[in-house]
């Protein structure tokens, strides 16, 4: 059995979701959201639940849990900025 694809894709799971947690936790600290395009974050929280669903497809534990992680922070972000923008 060879591990290397297995590895790849744990690390770039890995450094995908990570490289996604400063502006999350930024977001979620601050609740600025003036500065995300609402357009940019709807199409990249569709694209990451269908990462996901290809990921349970497919029974691939790295995709599953990174976008499965990223989901759900990009939706509370996503529900953030359309809550700002309906108080403005």
């Known amino acids: 059995m060879n591990i290397i694809p297995d590895l790849i894709g744990y690390l770039a799971a890995t450094l995908t979701t990570v490289s996604f947690l400063p502006q999350a936790v930024l977001t979620l600290k601050t609740r600025d959201t003036d500065s995300l395009s609402l357009g940019m974050y709807s199409l990249f929280t569709s694209g990451v639940l269908?990462?996901?669903i290809y990921g349970i497809y497919l029974a691939n534990p790295a995709i599953?849990?990174?976008n499965a992680v990223t989901f759900l922070l990009a939706t509370v972000i996503l529900s953030?900025?359309?809550y700002?923008?309906?108080r403005k």
């Open 50 to 52: 269908l990462w996901l």
């Open 64 to 66: 599953i849990v990174a």
């Open 80 to 82: 953030i900025k359309l």
């Open 84 to 86: 700002n923008q309906r």
